[in-house]
């Protein structure tokens, strides 16, 4: 009679997706972006890539066996995809021993300081580009001038960073304007930054890829991306010569990579699809702000590791209602 009854914790029914095949549909969902940057920057987006990579990889098993001595979990994809989503985060003609140093600081700090895969409040990949972005900064904005650029130029700014710096200088966005890349280069991603700033186009098809798959849903990217839009538009109508149309903040810079492929992130996000809006919507403002009055150009990275540590709280009061209740 004993045998007849189990008493167990949630989730009671199971999908069938693991860890592995969750994080195989990312990496799916980012290659026509990887394609894509090896055409705009050439044979040192793979570099970059492979460095990367095998780099988290390498940290994550020497950490586990060796220091936590645990049995290594390279092969659940994780680590795999920390790596793709750091080198989405740096310039392709970045030192390869700074792309070492940012794995180090991904997989060491971000994730198993915390315990490993499910223990880490914030996204690994992101801790990374941060910690590099504070300890290199020069090396972390030399952009390289892309392949279709007609220019001698070895580098290049970044469209963020000839806004920011025409602002700043004086000059109204009407003048800037000639200096900009057009609204379907940055869409198809023809212009400079890193590689997660390319193809705005890809990384969308890449998040409904996800969105089908059923891996994340669309509440944290509409959120963020449509905040940001909300947030730039209303400075724009308020003062059309300081402030840019809002279509140029959503598809340039890291808008995209950031709300489709980290802030959704399972770990580091809320669960409720309310919170999930709150933490969008968090992130949107954080970002634009930075954008618009901060000091650097570009603000996802610091707006999601900021509400990442809001998430937890977010997910104590932001919760369903339960079963069964008035």
């Not at 700014?157 to 940055?186: F, N, R, W």
């Not at 991603?189 to 990384?203: C, H, Q, V």
């Amino acid at each position: 009679m004993s045998n007849i009854l189990t008493v167990s914790p949630s989730p009671h029914v199971h999908s069938g997706d693991s860890t592995k095949k969750i994080m195989y549909r990312v990496i799916y969902a980012l290659i026509p972006a990887i394609i894509w940057s090896v055409f705009v920057f050439g044979l040192d987006a793979l570099r970059v890539t492979f460095i990367a990579v095998a780099a988290c990889l390498a940290f994550e098993y020497l950490i586990q066996k060796f220091l936590m001595k645990l049995q290594p979990s390279v092969t659940d994809g994780s680590a795999l995809v920390t790596g793709i989503l750091l080198a989405f985060n740096v310039p392709a003609g970045i030192p390869w021993w700074i792309i070492v140093i940012g794995a180090l600081a991904a997989i060491g700090i971000g994730k198993l300081s915390f315990g490993g895969l499910g223990s880490n409040i914030f996204n690994p990949a992101l801790v990374g580009r941060v910690f590099l972005l504070i300890s290199f900064p020069v090396q972390m904005t030399t952009w390289p001038v892309i392949r279709q650029a007609e220019t001698d130029a070895l580098t290049s700014a970044t469209p963020l960073g000839i806004l920011k710096e025409g602002l700043i200088s004086g000059k109204p966005v009407s003048q800037l304007a000639g200096e900009l890349p057009s609204a379907q280069d940055m869409l198809l991603g023809i212009t400079g930054g890193s590689l997660g700033e390319i193809s705005a186009l890809l990384l969308i098809l890449g998040g409904l890829f996800l969105i089908y798959k059923k891996v994340i849903t669309w509440h944290i990217p509409v959120s963020v991306i449509g905040t940001v839009a909300l947030v730039a538009g209303a400075f724009w109508l308020t003062d059309p010569q300081s402030y840019i149309q809002p279509v140029y903040h959503v598809l340039t810079g890291g808008i995209m990579l950031g709300a489709i492929f980290m802030a959704t992130d399972m770990v580091t996000s809320p669960m409720t699809p309310k919170g999930q809006i709150i933490y969008g919507v968090g992130i949107g403002v954080i970002t634009i702000s930075i954008r618009l009055f901060g000091a650097y150009p570009e603000g996802i990275s610091f707006a999601i590791l900021i509400m990442n540590a809001f998430t937890p709280l977010i997910n104590t009061y932001v919760k369903p209602k339960r079963f069964g209740r008035k």
